[in-house]
C-alpha cells in the first residue's frame, strides 16, 4: 500500500509570496493533519482535517490555511510568506481522528529568501 | 490543551549503553502515548506506542513505561547501536477521537560507536 506523498519535495520562494502544498493520504485515511518542523521546536501542530472539514486548528496566524478534498487530498497555503516561515513541513494520514499511530510524508521543504 | 515536554533535548551515548528519553503530559485524560523516530533527512516512523491500561511495553530492544499517577512516560533503548541515532520523539492524545496527536520538542540521541 502506497505510504502518504507530499509534493513539491523542496521549494525555494520570496518574501511576500504565496505556496500551496500537497499531501496524498494512504488509500482510505480520512484524517489528515499538518506540522510545521522546525530545529529546536519540534513538530508544532498546524490544522486537521476530516472529511473534509477541518476539525482542529493549532495556534498560527491566518497566514496559514488549508483544504481537504473528497478524496481526502490535501493542500496547506501558506500567504504573503515571511522568512520565519522557512521550515519542513509535514502532514500525517491516520485512519481516524486522534488516539492513533499517525503516518507521515516525507514532507516539504520550504525555503523563504 | 494538552502540553508535553521532553528531556533531554539531546543526548549522547556509548555504544552499547541504554538511553532514556522522558516526557511529562498535562491532559490526564491522555490515553494514547506515541515515540516516533526521525533519522536524517526521513520522515518520522512509529516505533513504539503504549496505551494507558498497561504499564509498560516492550520490543525487542525498546520499552516504553507509563506512570499515570505521575503523568510522564519514558522511552528506554538497551544496547544502543549506531543506527538508533536519530531524533525521537513522543507525543499524547486524549481519547475523544477530534484531538489531534501533541508532540515534544524532541531528543536528539547520538550513539558514539
Known amino acids: 500500500k502506497a505510504g502518504v506523498t507530499q509534493t513539491p519535495r523542496y521549494l525555494i520562494k520570496t518574501r511576500g509570496q504565496q505556496v500551496t502544498l500537497s499531501c496524498s493520504p494512504i488509500s482510505g485515511h480520512r484524517s489528515v493533519s499538518w506540522y510545521q518542523q522546525t530545529p529546536g521546536q519540534g513538530l508544532q501542530f498546524l490544522f486537521e482535517y476530516f472529511s473534509e472539514t477541518q476539525r482542529n486548528k493549532g495556534n498560527f496566524p491566518g497566514r496559514f490555511s488549508g483544504r481537504q478534498f473528497s478524496n481526502s487530498r490535501s493542500e496547506m497555503n501558506v500567504s504573503t510568506l515571511e522568512l520565519g516561515d522557512s521550515a519542513l513541513y509535514l502532514c500525517?494520514?491516520?485512519?481516524?481522528?486522534?488516539?492513533?499511530?499517525?503516518?507521515f510524508g516525507q514532507g516539504t521543504r520550504l525555503t523563504v529568501v | 490543551g494538552e502540553n508535553v515536554e521532553q528531556h533531554p533535548s539531546t543526548l549522547s551515548v556509548q555504544e552499547g549503553d541504554s538511553a532514556v528519553i522522558k516526557c511529562t503530559y498535562s491532559d490526564s485524560a491522555s490515553n494514547y502515548f506515541p515515540w516516533y523516530k526521525q533519522e536524517l533527512g526521513k520522515r518520522p516512523q512509529l516505533i513504539i506506542d503504549?496505551?494507558?491500561?498497561?504499564g509498560e511495553k516492550k520490543d525487542q530492544r525498546i520499552a516504553v513505561t507509563l506512570n499515570k499517577t505521575a503523568k510522564h512516560f519514558s522511552l528506554h533503548i538497551t544496547e544502543t547501536q549506531p543506527e538508533d541515532s536519530a531524533v525521537y520523539f513522543c507525543a499524547a492524545s486524549p481519547p475523544w477521537g477530534n484531538t489531534p496527536l501533541v508532540f515534544g520538542k524532541g531528543t536528539r540521541l547520538s550513539v558514539i560507536a
Open positions: 503504549i496505551r494507558s491500561n498497561v
Open positions: 500525517a494520514s491516520s485512519d481516524r481522528q486522534g488516539n492513533t499511530e499517525a503516518f
